[in-house]
Every structure is written in structure tokens, then in C-alpha cells.
């Protein structure tokens, strides 16, 4: 069964620091999200893109934050300019194209644990 | 906005014990209602889902039935096994494509 991959499992970076979380979703789904969850605490939407572009994002998708599809496979989380409090689990997820009502779920990776020191 | 709330856990069943774990949401309109389950050291894996009010979604011997009247999406198996032990998140999506999730109930199945 095809699946959401993501990269790296972990990763450690000095606050202030830039880093790239990578991600892999299924070939032929068409919207692609990233949610977070802080330790011990909810599963959090972040982002989702289609088309090239974002479609929604939320209050926690500031501007040290970016998205990007750079071909046809990857999808990338930066965050610019880490703080302590983006130490997290970040998830990235895929749906298929489909109506809002169809109920299309998402397809989550594993995750990459994000440990800023 | 909408919101989803959790059976607080942690719980722990014995070996084909039954198995509810609650699930109320608050949303406008007319939301899709899914479960998800995650194992140790993997990621969110789909469960089950409904669509609209009324409809059972169904998976490995789970059951949830979407309750648009108490606002409801419990999560019921009928016999638990210790393969079943995981952390389970009640989510939503809206008129929005984003998920709302519930805060997670961890599972544990004792032999």
C-alpha cells in the first residue's frame, strides 16, 4: 500500500537555526498538509497546499514558517528561525482531489521529531 | 470553531474486554468524523470514518456511528486484543480540509 514517507526521523538543530523537514506524499494525491504535536498535547494543523499554493493555514503558520513543493515529489516544511518552542513532532499527510463532503481521508507519514536545543 | 473532545485516558483493559472510548465534537454544518490509531513509533493511521449522520464506519472489529443528535462518534470493539494497545485520536473535518483532533486516549490491552 503506498504510504506518506518523511525525513529525517529526528532532527536536533540549534535554536535560531533554519531546518528543512522533508516529505513524501502519496504519487496521486493532489493536497498535502503538515500538522504538529507538541508533547503531551493535541495533534495541531499547521498548513495545507494544492495547486502550488497554500489553501489554509493556521494562526501557528507565522512567518518563520514556509511551505514549498519544490518538484514533483517532495513536500517542505522551513522553519526559518527555530525557538525552543517548536520542539515537536511534525507530521506531514496527503488526500485525494475530491469534494469537501466526500470525506477524503488523509494519509499520514511517521513523523519527524524536531528537538531544538 | 470546531472543537472535538476525548475520553481523558489512560486506559487499560484486559484481553477481550469491551472497548468504548467517547467522543463529542462541536462544528457547523455538516462534518466528516474519523478515528485514527497510532502505534508505538509510527505515524497516524486511519481507522475508520463517517460522513454524514447516521452512517457506522467499521475496521478491524471497530465500530463508531456518527450521532449528529448528542454530537457523538464513539469508538467500540466488541474484544479487545493486546495487539490493539496504541493511542487513539477522535478527529473532524469541516468545511475546511483540515482535521481537528481530539487530544488522544491511550490504550493498553493487558494479556
Known amino acids: 500500500e503506498p504510504e506518506v514517507t518523511q525525513t529525517p526521523s529526528h532532527q536536533v538543530t540549534q535554536m535560531g537555526q533554519e531546518v528543512i523537514l522533508r516529505c513524501v506524499p502519496i504519487?496521486?494525491?493532489?493536497?498535502f498538509y503538515w500538522y504538529r504535536q507538541i508533547l503531551g498535547q493535541k495533534v495541531e494543523f499547521l498548513v495545507s497546499?494544492?495547486?502550488?499554493?497554500?489553501?489554509?493555514k493556521s494562526e501557528i503558520f507565522d512567518d518563520q514558517f514556509s511551505v514549498e513543493r519544490p518538484d514533483g515529489s517532495n513536500f517542505t516544511l522551513k522553519i526559518r528561525s527555530t525557538k525552543l518552542e517548536d520542539s515537536a513532532m511534525y507530521f506531514c499527510a496527503s488526500s485525494e482531489a475530491g469534494g469537501r463532503g466526500q470525506g477524503q481521508p488523509q494519509h499520514f507519514g511517521d513523523g519527524t521529531r524536531l528537538s531544538i536545543l | 470553531g470546531n472543537s472535538v473532545t476525548q475520553m481523558e485516558g489512560p486506559v487499560t483493559l484486559s484481553e477481550e474486554a469491551f472497548l468504548t472510548i467517547n467522543c463529542t465534537y462541536t462544528a457547523t454544518g455538516y462534518p466528516s468524523l474519523f478515528w485514527y490509531v497510532q502505534y508505538p513509533g509510527e505515524g497516524l493511521q486511519l481507522l475508520l470514518k463517517a460522513t454524514k449522520a447516521d452512517d457506522k464506519g467499521s475496521n478491524k472489529g471497530f465500530e463508531a456511528t456518527y450521532r449528529k443528535e448528542t454530537t457523538s462518534f464513539h469508538l467500540e470493539k466488541g474484544s479487545v486484543q493486546v495487539s490493539d494497545s496504541a493511542v487513539y485520536f477522535c478527529?473532524?473535518?469541516?468545511?475546511?480540509?483540515?482535521?481537528?483532533f481530539g487530544s488522544g486516549t491511550q490504550l493498553t490491552v493487558l494479556p
Open positions: 478527529a473532524l473535518r469541516g468545511s475546511a480540509r483540515q482535521l481537528t
Open positions: 504519487s496521486n494525491h493532489l493536497y
Open positions: 497546499f494544492y495547486n502550488n499554493e497554500i489553501s489554509e
